[in-house]
């Protein structure tokens, strides 16, 4: 075969992968939309009934906190029990754990015990790709790079993009 029929079968085979993969982008986008819009339908649909329990639940809450709150002694035996126990479950008022809130957080931090204080380092790693010749001495710091394939079809103009490692394994 001349080299000119070489290179024109060469690229009509890689112009028609290209075309294939175009084709199932556009199919891969259609699928997504539809799934999207069937999505969109029954997650409005089922924050509609979850709206909906949520008020019940609210109400009965309410319902419930109230009729506890205004016969607490009776229910917590003048405050010695602290958990409810009924047949369907059971109630009970307590106090959180609760959260350390700090105002001027940063005139108070100088004032404080070391041990109550919270020191962290971090590489800075975009400053060390910008600058990896002034690092190129520390043998922990390295760049790894990886190879990439990428095609870009007219059609679509969407990019596959898949590693050279896996593209390269066998397909399963």
């Known amino acids: 075969m001349a080299k000119k029929d070489e290179i024109r079968l060469l690229r009509h085979q890689a112009n028609f992968s290209?075309?294939?993969?175009?084709?199932?982008?556009?199919q891969r986008k259609g699928v997504n939309e539809f799934v999207a819009q069937k999505r969109a339908y029954y997650e409005k649909k089922a924050q509609g009934i979850l709206d909906n329990i949520e008020k019940k639940?609210?109400?009965?809450?309410?319902?419930l906190f109230t009729l506890f709150n205004k016969n607490k002694a009776l229910f917590t035996k003048n405050g010695k029990i602290k958990v409810v126990k009924l047949p369907s479950g059971e109630m009970?008022?307590?106090l959180t754990k609760g959260k350390i809130k700090i105002r001027n957080e940063k005139q108070v931090v100088p004032t404080l015990p070391e041990r109550f204080i919270i020191r962290s380092v971090k590489a800075n790693r975009e400053a060390i790709r910008r600058h990896l010749k002034a690092v190129a001495h520390i043998k922990e710091i390295s760049l790894v790079q990886t190879e990439k394939f990428s095609?870009?079809?007219k059609a679509t103009k969407e990019a596959e993009i898949e590693s050279?490692?896996?593209?390269a394994k066998p397909l399963k």
């Open 92 to 94: 009970a008022i307590f």
């Open 164 to 167: 050279t490692k896996k593209l």
């Open 18 to 26: 290209i075309e294939q993969i175009a084709e199932l982008q556009k």
């Open 151 to 153: 095609v870009r079809p």
């Open 57 to 63: 639940l609210e109400s009965q809450m309410h319902h």
